[in-house]
């Protein structure tokens, strides 16, 4: 029955033509769309947790078989001393929390927390859906962490250990504080409001010929008394310290009015309550208090959010060295090399340490720090450096800097004196709070100076009532509540903001530079055009398949698709820097660059194919002759075309900031129709160019994805990494766009323009309800209640429009 | 009205009760992953009827707790 379906049961991928696996699930045969789908399925099916299926919401991300690197890899998670980074030890008890890619729903917490229990050895494992994250103790003598890995592997999860941000832990602790503050204010604002609630009816009667009689309102405002202490002296102290510390800066924020306030109100009450006179507040500051600490909270909660999935993209990959030493190889960890050690490197792996190359040549991909994704030629003598891709060939490296010494620890320390360079802009909340604030304060004491010296007694009260009913509570909330709201917005989008502030930047951008491999393009080679001399052009793809099948190279990935099994490829040997030459269903092929191929076969005279756009063409020639050529580039991604006409509509200068040096990168500018364009840039050119540019006034942003990025993100004013870029450009960047979507760019910019315009909104109302209940609050003739009343809908106004937000899916 | 007098503090102290408990629950995670618990209870089924044949079940009890 359903085995008629088009789509994987497991991924909900089509199944490709010709493809007829099946696996027997709870009695009906599912079809499968690749081995990787199937492996997974066997699994779940023998571990007899097809539950899964029944209760998934969500299709599960396609199955993929462990590559042996990735396989390696996850061995060298045990080596002791890698271990020890992220491992906590309690005897011969491990811990850990791992992050897990791809949890969709709670089934996938189910199915993991299953396969795992199965395990012997495991002592605890619990996921925790929201935060995709996975924690385990288990028993190091029975069970190795990369079995566990493996096994999660097997049912089709990717877990690793992770750099947890320090920012995370802060925000944690500090989400759960505010969960308590934001509980006790919550539980005396009830109480207190229901014995508010007897003297707004005036059932008590407030000289005694209520219905109450008048000890008990004594009783009631005492008890409201000692209700409100821990609002005032617990739940609001996180507002005494922001406004202590702007105050310490000679800055006003809406702390400074937001602590008067409840202060003042309190100790005024107090005084009345003990001295039997005036009106108490009580139930005005705690409501106060709470309405401000849930605006908060939720604020905090989204912070949080971005923290934890900030750090989750932070993967601690273990960078492994194999050490030779008396011709023996120990693998040890990266950090521990020390200078003139000599490091074996095999193809595809990560260099580890900056050296020169005393045995074999190579080449390298040097992308990370470079941004030019052709390989280098590297042979004996030449410098390699820390975090580059070994390519072709086993090579012995001496290590000659220190760890600190490293190219990519300089990038890094440029990034990191960028931070502290970062320039700050106010937002637009900044600016107005200032004034508002000054206001306030402005009226509450001309209030009180002007009933004094009319000679009013009641005059300290008239002022308290003022700095009541002008409670900027309203105000407060209307920036963080609609910064909440857009977040989780851009959530949705597949952007990452780590601040709601970003948001308020992305309005006022006047310039964004682009970084052009990995960003405006794919960074993968494509094939641009194909000259198949007559030959058929499927062969000619299936030949080059089998041929670069063997290969590390870049450019073979481009080929995967047509490859088939048909064709069987034998004696590949590689030359680096040159080509390939293989024999293919037993005749003899060269593929490679044209002078490569023209060496290896007899003289002929095809001339070279026309070069546009500086493409890199490659050649297939049989033992005889070339019999195709093919023209490769750097793909440019189809949405940035969209995303650079965009900006401009809406008159954002843009600049081409690239370390390419090729003619690639011009026309990829012109193609784009990008206005400037700075290439062959070092991290450092590009930092000095951004500076300029904000130097001259400008508000800039940065799109990247690079190390060499990295510097750069950090100093623009806002600035996007893309989500498959390097972790530090990742960590560099205020908004990380998870699905490497640009086309979402230009809804993040409508969506800044709509949040700005309800901020303006919410000040607006705030500003005009507290303006229309000044003048009764200066004439004495607002009741506290009223004032109480009031400032909770006004809230309640702000904090609906703000949601409004969320609105547009 | 007398009844008042006593009947309030009783109160206070119910709110102090509940405000530890809250403490209590804020420190021991349960509010870190709200999503998941609301689903759990459909799983609950599957332990069961799957007990026979699973030995990782009394693993996953233990942990759910």
Request: negative net charge; proline residues 3%.
């Amino acid at each position: 029955m359903s085995s008629t379906l088009l789509d994987c049961f497991h991924c909900g991928e089509p199944i490709p033509k010709s493809f007829t696996l099946q696996v027997k699930i709870e009695n009906v045969d599912q079809s499968m769309c690749c081995h990787g789908c199937a492996a997974v399925a066997e699994t779940i099916v023998s571990n007899n947790l097809t539950g899964y299926y029944r209760h998934r919401t969500e299709k599960s991300v396609k199955g993929s078989t462990l590559i042996p690197q990735e396989l390696l890899n996850l061995q060298s998670y045990d080596l002791t001393e890698i271990e020890q980074e992220f491992t906590q030890s309690h005897g011969s008890t491990k811990e850990v929390i791992l992050t897990v890619e791809n949890v969709t729903c709670a089934a996938c917490a189910w199915l993991i927390e299953r396969k795992l229990g199965t395990l012997s050895g495991i002592e605890q494992c619990s996921v925790n859906t929201s935060s995709a994250r996975l924690s385990l103790k288990w028993q190091s003598k029975q069970l190795k962490l990369s079995d566990i890995l493996l096994a999660l592997a097997q049912i089709g999860y990717k877990a690793y250990p992770f750099k947890a941000d320090v920012a995370e832990q802060n925000e944690v602790a500090a989400t759960k504080a505010y969960l308590r503050r934001l509980t006790v204010a919550g539980l005396a604002t009830m109480q207190v409001m229901m014995f508010a609630m007897a003297s707004y009816f005036d059932v008590i009667g407030s000289d005694g010929d209520g219905s109450l009689s008048n000890g008990l309102n004594d009783y009631f405002r005492y008890i409201s008394l000692l209700l409100a202490l821990p609002v005032v002296f617990y739940s609001s102290t996180p507002f005494y310290n922001n406004a202590l510390s702007a105050l310490f800066a000679k800055r006003l924020n809406m702390d400074v009015p937001v602590s008067i306030a409840i202060f003042l109100a309190f100790i005024a009450s107090a005084y009345a309550t003990i001295t039997k006179q005036g009106d108490v507040y009580f139930e005005s500051v705690c409501m106060f208090a709470f309405f401000l600490l849930l605006g908060r909270y939720l604020e905090q909660i989204t912070k949080r959010k971005a923290a934890q999935s900030s750090s989750n993209l932070l993967k601690l990959i273990p960078s492994i060295a194999t050490l030779v030493e008396d011709d023996a190889y120990i693998q040890i960890p990266a950090k521990s090399l020390t200078l003139d050690q000599i490091v074996l490197v095999k193809p595809g792996e990560i260099i580890p340490a900056d050296g020169i190359i005393i045995k074999g040549e190579t080449q390298c991909n040097e992308a990370i720090l470079t941004g030019e994704q052709l390989p280098v030629n590297k042979t004996l003598g030449d410098w390699v450096f820390a975090s580059t891709v070994n390519h072709d060939q086993t090579i012995e490296i001496c290590v000659k800097h220190e760890r600190s010494d490293q190219l990519i620890s300089k990038i890094i320390a440029l990034q990191e004196q960028a931070v502290i360079d970062k320039p700050k802009l106010a937002t637009l909340a900044d600016k107005l709070s200032q004034y508002v604030v000054i206001g306030i304060l402005v009226l509450s004491i001309s209030t009180y100076l002007g009933w004094w010296l009319a000679g009013n007694d009641d005059a300290l009260w008239i002022a308290l009532a003022v700095l009541v009913a002008t409670c900027p509570c309203a105000l407060s909330l209307a920036t963080p509540s609609a910064y909440t709201a857009a977040s989780s917005q851009l959530q949705h989008l597949g952007l990452l903001a780590k601040q709601g502030s970003a948001l308020d930047t992305l309005t006022q951008l006047t310039h964004i530079n682009f970084d052009k491999t990995g960003t405006l393009t794919t960074g993968q080679f494509a094939i641009k055009h194909i000259d198949s001399m007559g030959n058929n052009e499927n062969e000619i793809f299936a030949i080059i398949a089998a041929i670069e099948s063997q290969s590390t190279h870049p450019i073979a990935n481009t080929f995967k698709p047509y490859l088939d099994n048909t064709y069987e490829v034998d004696n590949v040997t590689n030359f680096p820097g040159g080509g390939l030459s293989a024999t293919v269903n037993n005749e003899q092929y060269f593929l490679g660059h044209h002078q490569f191929v023209s060496n290896n076969i007899p003289a002929n005279d095809y001339v070279l194919a026309d070069n546009f756009d500086n493409n890199v063409i490659i050649y297939l020639a049989t033992a005889k002759n070339i019999i195709a050529s093919i023209s490769l580039n750097d793909d440019i991604r189809t949405e940035s075309e969209p995303l650079i006409n965009k900006l401009k509509s809406i008159g954002i200068t843009t600049t081409l900031l690239t370390g390419d040096n090729s003619l690639n990168a011009d026309s990829v500018a012109q193609k784009l129709n990008i206005d400037n364009i700075a290439k062959g840039q070092s991290p450092k050119d590009k930092l000095t160019y951004l500076k300029n540019l904000q130097d001259k006034g400008e508000i800039v942003a940065m799109f990247g994805d690079g190390v060499n990025d990295a510097p750069v993100l950090s100093q623009a004013h806002l600035s996007f990494a893309m989500g498959t870029g390097a972790d530090i450009a990742k960590s560099s960047a205020d908004i990380v766009l998870l699905h490497d979507d640009l086309s979402k760019i230009g809804q993040a910019i409508t969506l800044a323009k709509k949040t700005k315009r309800i901020i303006i909104q919410n000040f607006c109302w705030a500003i005009g309800y507290n303006c229309t209940a000044l003048p009764f609050a200066m004439a004495g003739l607002l009741p506290p209640y009223i004032a109480a009343i009031g400032m909770s809908l006004s809230s309640i106004i702000v904090v609906s429009n703000s949601l409004r937000l969320l609105k547009d899916k | 009205m007398n009844i008042i007098l006593i009947l309030i503090p009783i109160a206070i102290a119910v709110i102090l009760i509940a405000g530890y408990v809250f403490f209590w629950a804020v420190k021991s995670d349960q509010f870190e992953d709200l999503d998941r618990q609301a689903s759990n209870i459909l799983f609950d089924d599957d332990i069961e009827t799957s007990t026979e044949n699973n030995k990782g079940v009394d693993t996953i009890s233990k942990n759910d707790e």
